[in-house]
């Protein structure tokens, strides 16, 4: 059985940072498809970060150069580091992982199999 539990979120200053944790049980993270898609009410959820089983990486362009997906083969844990967090990154969070070797950013979200039940993310003075 995989499960992925998320931790991380607060509430941070415009132009803080943060990083959001998820640890995996039952499948190996670095050998997947994994991202970091987030929420607002009312609005469907898009994603942010993802990587492939190669390390190859993609962004939403409107976190690139701000955010940073990586795994710790060690730990089995995924991270999302977020800098210069702007009131417009405020979001659930949400890690997945896929069965495929290869992420999906934009594809279904029915195209990531496993999903952490959110970690809630808020810019504010």
């Known amino acids: 059985q995989v499960r992925l539990v998320e931790s991380g979120g607060a509430l941070v200053h415009p132009g803080g940072s943060l990083r959001l944790s998820c640890t995996a049980s039952?499948?190996?993270?670095?050998?997947?498809?994994i991202g970091w898609f987030r929420q607002v009410p009312g609005k469907e959820r898009k994603g942010v970060a993802c990587?492939?089983?190669?390390?190859?990486?993609w962004y939403d362009d409107r976190v690139k150069g701000r955010f940073t997906i990586s795994v710790d083969r060690a730990t089995n844990t995924m991270y999302l580091q977020m800098d210069r967090l702007q009131p417009e990154d405020t979001a659930t969070y949400f890690c997945?992982?896929?069965?495929?070797?290869?992420?999906?950013?934009?594809?279904?979200?029915?195209?990531?199999?496993?999903w952490g039940n959110g970690t809630q993310v808020t810019v504010s003075l």
């Open positions: 990587r492939s089983g190669d390390a190859s990486s």
């Open positions: 997945a992982s896929r069965r495929s070797f290869y992420c999906s950013l934009y594809g279904p979200l029915k195209e990531n199999d496993y």
């Open positions: 039952g499948l190996q993270l670095d050998s997947h498809g």
